[in-house]
T-cell receptor, first 113, second 109 residues
Framework: GAGVSQSPRYKVTKRGQDVALRCDPI?????LYWYRQALGQGPEFLTYFNYEAQQDKSGLPNDRFSAERPEGSISTLTIQRTEQRDSAMYRCASSLAATYEQYFGPGTRLTVT | DAKTTQPPSMDCAEGRAANLPCNHS???????VYWYRQIHSQGPQYIIHGLKNNETNEMASLIITEDRKSSTLILPHATLRDTAVYYCIVRALFNKFYFGSGTKLNVKP
């Protein structure tokens, strides 16, 4: 079946603009995770959901970052008033449940100019 | 979650076994050891995980020491396509993953 998909794959935005990144998990996967990855580093946890409930948002850097998964499927990561330091690859992953292995999407490359 | 220590890079000859070490001396009794790898700019790929016993699947073997303070991921016959960054992660169920910097494995012909 289809894997995790993310859109857009590339996003260039001007500083101060809001952006919304979308993640479409594998069908039937309960858990959904957001990560941010800087060049040359491992993925950094941002937040995760079980169904529609946000279980852990301790990795969100500040209150400009938010995420939702209103119907327990597709999730959106929103960054308000973007800054250049927000430039990174944003990756989404899903798993059958929280105890199972995670499957990662291709990521969204965000560039803030 | 316990932090892990991995060498930043390793070389391996094609066709030989690649043994990737990981230290996790502060691991707790309820924490699992997971291995993922990331090839070039793709998303991380799950390899294997275990709690106490050694594990094997079609991709690799995971050897965990009896005191669980370290583990080794073994790729039995490395190929050029196994060149990647390998991440060792310890994690209690329902907790978040901490990836760290991983080991860059270079498989050479």
């Amino acid at each position: 079946g289809a894997g995790v998909s993310q859109s857009p794959r590339y996003k260039v935005t001007k500083r101060g603009q809001d952006v919304a990144l979308r993640c479409d998990p594998i069908s039937g996967h309960v858990s959904l995770y957001w990560y941010r990855q800087a060049l040359g580093q491992g993925p950094e946890f941002l937040t995760y959901f079980n169904y529609e409930a946000q279980q852990d948002k301790s990795g969100l850097p500040n209150d400009r970052f938010s995420a939702e998964r209103p119907e327990g499927s597709i999730s959106t990561l929103t960054i308000q008033r973007t800054e250049q330091r927000d430039s990174a690859m944003y990756r989404c992953a899903s798993s059958l449940a929280a105890t199972y292995e995670q499957y990662f999407g291709p990521g969204t490359r965000l560039t803030v100019t | 979650d316990a932090k892990t220590t991995q060498p930043p890079s390793m070389d391996c000859a094609e066709g030989r076994a690649a043994n990737l070490p990981c230290n996790h001396s502060t691991i707790s009794g309820n924490e699992y050891v997971y291995w993922y790898r990331q090839i070039h700019s793709q998303g991380p790929q799950y390899i294997i995980h275990g709690l106490k016993n050694n594990e094997t699947n079609e991709m690799a073997s995971l050897i965990i020491t009896e005191d669980r303070k370290s583990s080794t991921l073994i790729l039995p016959h490395a190929t050029l396509r196994d060149t990647a960054v390998y991440y060792c992660i310890v994690r209690a169920l329902f907790n978040k993953f901490y990836f760290g910097s991983g080991t860059k494995l270079n498989v050479k012909p």
